[in-house]
């Protein structure tokens, strides 16, 4: 591996180039000499990778570096959103387009059974959501469930008159009884 560490006092970038895989990660940090020693001792964080298509991909490490701090790397031309705490829950779900190369789709596939989502990144940007079936039929559900509300409070606003549960039940001569022996499923 290469290392490409110059004098520093303050944070710098650090780029690494790992010659098996070709892949060039990079590092904040900086370097503190130490007497008696031949090489400084570098203290430093990865905050990404370059992409194939050179452009810097960063990973939860950076995300959680302050907008200021984020800016001072001069990798980006603006801030993203850091991950506090409304938004370290998604830190976790948060997956490179490039993880799907090779083994890890696999196991990004078969991690939805126990996270329920993963939001995918390409170029430093979400550009989707996997939902596992579970949660996908959760959403869905919800989403029909607000339809069906915003029908009914649509109805009742533009109706000047409103029935009772029990006013409906003895029009349609319907008893409770009755209405507790019906099971669920022939609602559905």
């Known amino acids: 591996m290469y290392i490409n560490v110059h004098r520093m006092k303050k944070n710098n970038i650090i780029r690494q180039l790992n010659?098996?895989?070709?892949?060039?990660y990079l590092y904040?940090?900086?370097s503190i000499y130490i007497p008696g020693q031949a090489?400084?001792?570098?203290?430093?964080?990865?905050?990404?990778k370059i992409d194939s298509e050179g452009e810097f991909e960063p990973n939860k490490?950076?995300?959680?570096?302050?907008?200021?701090?984020?800016?001072?790397?001069?990798?980006?031309e603006q801030p993203y959103l850091p991950l506090d705490t409304t938004t370290k829950e998604f830190s976790d779900d948060i997956v490179?387009?490039?993880d799907f190369n090779g083994r890890k789709a696999s196991l990004i596939f078969s991690s939805l059974e126990r996270k329920k989502r993963k939001i995918v990144v390409h170029n430093n940007r979400p550009i989707g959501v996997l939902l596992s079936l579970e949660a996908?039929?959760?959403l869905a559900e919800n989403i029909e469930d607000n339809?069906?509300?915003a029908e009914a409070l649509q109805r009742m606003a533009n109706s000047s008159?409103?029935?009772?549960?029990?006013?409906?039940?003895?029009?349609l001569d319907i008893s409770e009884k009755e209405l507790e022996e019906v099971e669920e499923d022939e609602f559905v």
């Open 19 to 24: 010659k098996k895989t070709n892949v060039t």
């Open 28 to 30: 904040w940090g900086h």
């Open 39 to 48: 090489y400084p001792k570098v203290e430093k964080k990865c905050i990404g």
């Open 61 to 76: 490490t950076f995300l959680l570096l302050s907008a200021e701090e984020q800016m001072r790397t001069g990798l980006v």
């Open 96 to 98: 490179s387009i490039s």
């Open 136 to 138: 996908f039929a959760e």
């Open 147 to 149: 339809a069906l509300l």
């Open 161 to 171: 008159k409103t029935y009772s549960t029990e006013e409906v039940m003895e029009v």
